[in-house]
């Protein structure tokens, strides 16, 4: 069997406590959600069919021991487990940036989940069922918030109070529509709200500008 992916390159980080560290990423083609601010649209249709020989060939060919497996949604791709596992048996750290709304349960436990928990602002707000599965992450993992508005901030932080998140997880992730939420703005609310969060910016768009691919 092949998987569907848009691109494999490596490049820095730009999100998550990991943001500046070298990694390949694999970003795979498709997404069965549409959220108004998504800066990765080329990647829900087209793509080329990899095998996972091929992938882990690609991989190998860059010097870096992280990988991060992105899209569109990863999870998508019915092989997405085995690659996971078989990159982790030779020896690389594996995360993956998923929307949260694709169970995730299948991967091996030593992959690291970036979920992004879905604001109503982005027009594909998480429903109960999804943000319930957030108390099933371990204190490796990570849950992002995309903030369209400071009505999103409110929701998120009654999200993380109501499942209790602070300190289940590595992180709580807020993070501004680029080009649409003032960052002053966005660290002004989480300094009153109390959360113990991190505002992240995409290090990737301040590098090299918001429209590059491949970066």
């Known amino acids: 069997m092949a998987m569907a992916v848009t691109e494999i390159f490596h490049s820095i980080q730009g999100e998550s406590t990991r943001a500046g560290r070298p990694c390949v990423f694999i970003r795979f083609t498709g997404c069965d959600l549409r959220c108004g601010y998504c800066d990765t649209t080329y990647s829900f249709h087209g793509g080329k069919k990899w095998t996972r020989e091929e992938i882990l060939a690609e991989v190998a060919r860059h010097p870096t021991r992280y990988v991060t497996l992105t899209g569109g949604e990863p999870l998508l791709q019915k092989e997405l487990p085995e690659l996971a596992r078989e990159l982790i048996e030779r020896g690389y750290e594996v995360a993956i940036e998923t929307h ?74 807020f993070s501004p529509v680029h080009g649409q939420v003032d960052p002053k703005d966005l660290a002004a609310w989480l300094l009153a709200s109390g959360i113990e969060g991190r505002l992240q910016l995409q290090l990737h768009k301040l590098i090299w500008g918001a429209e590059t691919r491949g970066v």
Do not use: M, Y
């Open 100 to 173: 949260g709304q694709a169970r995730w349960d299948r991967l091996p436990p030593e992959v690291i989940k970036i979920v992004d928990a879905k604001t109503p602002g982005s027009g594909e707000c998480a429903t109960d069922e999804h943000l319930s599965w957030l108390r099933n992450l371990g204190p490796r993992d990570e849950v992002k918030f995309v903030i369209c508005s400071e009505a999103d901030f409110r929701w998120a932080v009654d999200v993380v109070r109501r499942l209790e998140l602070e300190g289940r997880v590595a992180a709580l992730l």
